[in-house]
C-alpha cells in the first residue's frame, strides 16, 4: 500500500502558474501508474493526467492540454502537475492518485490510494 499527499496549492490570479507535488511513502512509487483529477465545487471529480510507471505514456484531459504538465521522480517518489496559464474554471481541489486496475485512465474507478487533495484557487 502507497500514502500519498498532494501540495503546492494556492491562490494564483488568472494566466498564473502553480506546480503541484503528489509525495509517495509506504512505497515505491515506480511501481504506479499515476493520476491527477480535480473536483469543483459542486461537481464530479474529473481526470485531469495520467503519466504511466515508467513515464512513457502521457495523457490529458482537452481542456488542459498545452497548458498543464504532468511528470515524475521516480527517485525522489514524486510525482508533478505543472500548471500554467491558469483559467478561473481551473479552480478546484486537486488529488493524485495511483492506478491499479487494468482500464480506462479517465476512470476513477481504476485508480486507488488517493491523497487528500490541495486547494487550487485561480482568481479573475
Known amino acids: 500500500q502507497v500514502q500519498l499527499v498532494e501540495s503546492g496549492g494556492g491562490l494564483v490570479q488568472a494566466g498564473g502558474s502553480l506546480r503541484l507535488s503528489c509525495a509517495a511513502s509506504?512505497?515505491?512509487?515506480?511501481?504506479?501508474?499515476m493520476g491527477w483529477f480535480r473536483q469543483a465545487p459542486g461537481k464530479e471529480r474529473e481526470f485531469v493526467a495520467f503519466?504511466?510507471?515508467?513515464?512513457?505514456?502521457?495523457y490529458y484531459t482537452d481542456s488542459v492540454k498545452g497548458r498543464f504538465t504532468i511528470s515524475r521522480d521516480n527517485a525522489k517518489n514524486t510525482v508533478y502537475l505543472q500548471m500554467n496559464s491558469l483559467k478561473p474554471e481551473d479552480t478546484a481541489v486537486y488529488y493524485c492518485a495511483a492506478k491499479i486496475f487494468s482500464g480506462s485512465v479517465h476512470r476513477l474507478q481504476m485508480y486507488a490510494y488517493w491523497g487528500q487533495g490541495t486547494q487550487v484557487t485561480v482568481s479573475s
Open positions: 503519466i504511466s510507471s515508467s513515464g512513457g505514456s502521457i
Open positions: 509506504g512505497r515505491t512509487l515506480s511501481a504506479y501508474d
